[in-house]
């Protein structure tokens, strides 16, 4: 016979993860942005700031990430200057689960926020 045959290596997206521990939160990301087989860029950011106690790991359509991560950074902002309070990360939460809602599916982009 001819014995065992491992799995063949399965190629994938990209990996983003945190870990949560009792003084915050690591994100970590892979840098590799991929069109299908084709290797776009060896160095792409896929850690985003969003406020100064927010950071957000994203994944999927990249420009559908970019624009939704710098929209929700804006709109922190703006809620930060008119309360003149750090925005609180559920805040940001609810945020971004009420723009996504609004597209229906249609962005393709999925974020880990800490």
């Known amino acids: 016979?001819?014995?065992?045959?491992?799995?063949?290596?399965?190629?994938?997206?990209?990996?983003i993860c945190a870990v949560m521990f009792k003084d915050g939160v690591i994100l970590?990301?892979?840098?590799?942005?991929?069109?299908?087989?084709?290797?776009?860029?060896?160095?792409?950011e896929k850690l985003h700031y969003i406020a100064p106690n927010i950071y957000c790991a994203g994944a999927g359509t990249a420009a559908d990430c970019d624009k939704t991560t710098r929209n929700l950074s804006s709109q922190?902002?703006?809620?930060?200057?008119?309360?003149?309070?750090?925005v609180p990360v559920v805040a940001a939460n609810r945020i971004v689960k009420q723009q996504l809602f609004r597209y229906q599916?249609?962005?393709?982009?999925?974020?880990?926020?800490?």
Do not use: F
């Open 1 to 15: 016979g001819a014995g065992y045959k491992p799995p063949k290596m399965t190629k994938t997206g990209t990996t």
């Open 28 to 44: 970590g990301a892979d840098t590799r942005s991929t069109g299908g087989d084709l290797v776009a860029d060896k160095n792409c």
């Open 76 to 86: 922190l902002e703006l809620h930060r200057l008119n309360t003149g309070r750090q």
């Open 105 to 114: 599916g249609y962005l393709g982009t999925y974020l880990i926020m800490g």
